[in-house]
């Protein structure tokens, strides 16, 4: 049974970091591809930042560029989201998904974890 589990959420302030880690099991971790997304009140779900299941390629938001990185840890099953210089606007519930090299879409999610920046 595949198993996605976020944390590393919370209430901070504008211009604040956090790191967001997402524990995987249950599946080959390396041969995934992994990818944070995120829906806020309201909104439709969004990608965020998608990393290769080889680390070669990533891919962001153009809303997060610059101050998002995704990042992964093979050895630990991880996924990490390091977000820097966090906006209100970036306030939203934040999801870790998982997708076979192979396959065209996401379809490993996990619970999402909730990220809440005020100004």
């Known amino acids: 049974q595949v198993q996605l589990v976020e944390s590393g959420g919370g209430l901070v302030q504008a211009g604040d970091s956090l790191r967001l880690s997402c524990a995987a099991s249950g599946l080959t971790f390396s041969m995934h591809d992994m990818g944070w997304f995120r829906q806020a009140p309201g909104k439709e779900r969004e990608s965020v930042a998608t990393?290769?299941?080889?680390?070669?390629?990533?891919d962001y938001a153009d809303s997060v560029k610059g101050r998002f990185t995704i990042s992964r840890d093979n050895a630990k099953n991880t996924v990490y989201l390091q977000m820097n210089s966090l906006k209100p606007e970036d306030t939203a519930v934040y999801y870790c998904?998982?997708?076979?090299?192979?396959?065209?879409?996401?379809?490993?999610w996990g619970q999402g974890t909730q990220v809440t920046v005020s100004s």
């Open positions: 998904a998982a997708k076979h090299r192979f396959q065209p879409e996401y379809h490993y």
């Open positions: 990393i290769s299941w080889g680390e070669r390629s990533t």
